[in-house]
């Protein structure tokens, strides 16, 4: 099994463009997470997706907008990318009473 | 709402030493606790998780963590680290019946020769 797998693994944009970061989890999970993790901040949790169709907010949401159409994929938009926007991004999903499983990040500079 | 403070940011400890990396949350109900581990340039693995049961939880590597409700606390152990020990361990906590979990800042393990 895949488990969960992130596209793209790097990207650089610039200021003001936009971008869509898929999650994609073969693990049949109902629940669905976009992190962001920076330096000595740990994990912050931008969005999350407790089913197909639902999404709600995390943490830091202000900038992204999230979609899940498909059970399997979660995808984080970003319509105007900002500097403060440079971080790498980690999506995760779980069953009810499971752990968080990670894929292998993005790494996303905006300049 | 939950929350998880790791107590320690870095941790430096010599090879065969023993360590403990600090982790208490706060709930106002019941919680499942997890400890993960993040390599250089890799997502985040599980070493081990507390879901029910016996407060002592083995994971993998070698690694053990105790879960003391009292104190709020899941402390992950080890009683001989190596070289390969090095990276960054994230704690965190979900509560039973929800759906976020929240992960604290991190600790860094460095472990010299």
């Known amino acids: 099994n895949a488990g969960v797998t992130q596209t793209p693994k790097f990207r650089v944009l610039k200021t003001g463009q936009s971008m869509t970061l898929l999650c994609a989890q073969d693990?049949?999970?109902?629940?669905m997470y976009w992190y962001r993790q920076d330096p000595g901040m740990g994990l912050r949790l931008i969005h999350y997706?407790?089913?197909?169709?639902?999404?709600a907010k995390g943490e830091v949401p202000d900038g992204y907008n999230v979609s899940r159409l498909k059970k399997q994929n979660f995808l984080l938009g970003l319509e105007s990318a900002a500097p403060s926007q440079t971080s790498v991004y980690f999506c995760a999903s779980r069953g009810l009473y499971t752990e968080a499983f990670f894929g292998q990040g993005t790494r996303l500079t905006v300049v | 709402a939950q929350s998880v403070t790791q107590l320690d940011s870095q941790v430096p400890v010599f090879e065969e030493a023993p360590v403990e990396l600090r982790c208490n949350y706060s709930s106002s109900v019941s919680v499942y606790l997890f400890w993960y581990v993040q390599y250089p340039n890799q997502g985040l693995q599980l070493l081990l998780k507390y879901l029910s049961g016996s407060t002592l939880v083995k994971g993998i590597n070698g690694f053990e963590a105790e879960f003391n409700k009292s104190q709020t606390s899941f402390h992950l152990r080890k009683p001989s680290v190596h070289i390969s020990d090095t990276a960054e361990y994230f704690c965190a906590v979900l509560n039973t019946g929800g759906f976020k979990t929240i992960f604290g800042a991190g600790t860094r393990l460095f472990v010299k020769a």
């Open positions: 693990m049949n999970h109902e629940y």
């Open positions: 997706s407790v089913g197909e169709g639902t999404t």
